[in-house]
């Protein structure tokens, strides 16, 4: 598929009306970080899509008024927020070509603590993304579900990039790889459940709330340091070779080679982050302390306890569903005082 099967229909017919969707958060295994121009990829990433942690957005739409949007997040009015939407439809008017024709008053709500570091513009473009494609069923009539969601998550991904892969569960991929078949720079596609062992369906994710303020370096400068920076290309080569073990490994169900591919992951995005020009590091000390006590865990339990880090100083404390209870009394004595007021968002994967 390419963008032209995105354009929208000219004969729409607008009316006034509100329309509410939900749209969970994901966490990536395989990152994305690095893009070109009109938010394509510079590698293929998967992530596993939350359960608990959600955007829920309501979006009235206002026909025939001059366009304008206003956004609530939690009750208050955010300007910033509303500007950032308002250039945002602008931009894919192409797709929805109705977008512009009338006013918007959006209210947005996380089931997450703000700031908390859970990527809140994945599950809240994503929701925008759903609650446009329901206008406009509404507005063009009602397509397949597949191809709704299809399109919601093409109209997501140019919102932010990680948003697309949001609007399926399980497993989902995002950017062209040979090893996932129907995969595609512009759109998530879900990875084949016959290709999932068991034990990776039933999974938690423990989020430790290291540090709750504003990051230093937004994800949108990270990408555009990756230009400049010499390791970017053996990167962008490495995600993609990550790949080919990561598709036997999920079908084996080989735990610890999952492991180890999942945070060489979370590390080298780190890495990349502290190799850019001029250099960054988002990680804290407390993010280096329960990293180092997960491997002694490891080390002495054998038990599968890992991480994977966003563009962030939170650890996301992975563990599959099953061998938890020795996990968890570990995370409550042993990690939780590396968080800021006993911060933890207690999530598992949606399938
Ligand atoms: C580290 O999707 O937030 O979480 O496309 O600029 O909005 P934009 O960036 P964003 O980047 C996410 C980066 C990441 C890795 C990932 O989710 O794959």
Same mark, same amino acid.
């Given at each position: ?6 354009? =929208? ?92 024709? =009338? ?13 908390? =570091? ?56 995002? =950017? ?176």
């Amino acid at each position: 598929m390419t963008t032209q099967d995105f354009i =929208g229909k000219e004969n729409f017919n607008i009316r006034t009306q509100t329309v509410s969707e939900s749209c969970p958060s994901n966490i990536a295994l395989i990152k994305y970080w690095g893009k070109y121009a009109d938010q394509i990829p510079a590698n293929p990433s998967i992530s596993y899509t939350l359960n608990h942690c959600k955007t829920n957005t309501s979006m009235e739409f206002i026909a025939n008024e001059t366009f304008s949007v206003q956004t609530f997040l939690a009750g208050n009015e955010e300007v910033k927020f509303a500007e950032k939407i308002e250039k945002y439809f602008r931009n894919i008017e192409q797709y929805l070509p109705w977008i512009l024709k =009338g006013k918007y008053v959006i209210r947005t709500e996380n089931t997450f603590p703000h700031s908390s =570091g859970i990527a809140s513009s994945a599950s809240g473009f994503g929701a925008i993304a759903k609650c446009l494609m329901a206008l406009d069923a509404s507005f063009t009539g009602k397509k397949s579900e597949e191809e709704s969601l299809r399109k919601a998550s093409f109209l997501a991904r140019l919102g932010s990039g990680s948003a697309c892969r949001s609007l399926y569960n399980g497993l989902v991929v995002w =950017g062209k790889t040979d090893e996932v078949s129907g995969s595609s720079d512009l759109f998530g596609v879900q990875y084949p459940d016959a290709e999932i062992h068991e034990v990776f369906k039933n999974f938690n994710d423990w989020v430790l709330l290291i540090h709750e303020g504003q990051k230093s370096v937004s994800s949108s400068v990270g990408h555009g340091l990756m230009k400049t920076n010499p390791y970017a290309e053996r990167r962008f080569q490495e995600a993609r070779e990550n790949f080919v073990p990561m598709k036997e490994i999920l079908k084996k169900g080989d735990m610890e080679s999952f492991i180890k591919l999942v945070e060489h992951e979370a590390l080298t995005l780190h890495a990349m982050m502290m190799m850019s020009e001029p250099a960054f590091i988002l990680m804290k000390t407390g993010t280096l302390e329960v990293i180092n006590k997960i491997w002694d865990f490891r080390r002495e339990t054998k038990l599968p306890l890992f991480f994977t880090l966003d563009a962030g100083a939170n650890v996301h404390l992975l563990f599959p569903g099953g061998a938890e209870d020795q996990i968890k009394s570990f995370i409550e004595a042993e990690l939780l005082q590396y968080t800021q007021k006993n911060g933890v968002v207690k999530d598992v994967m949606r399938f």
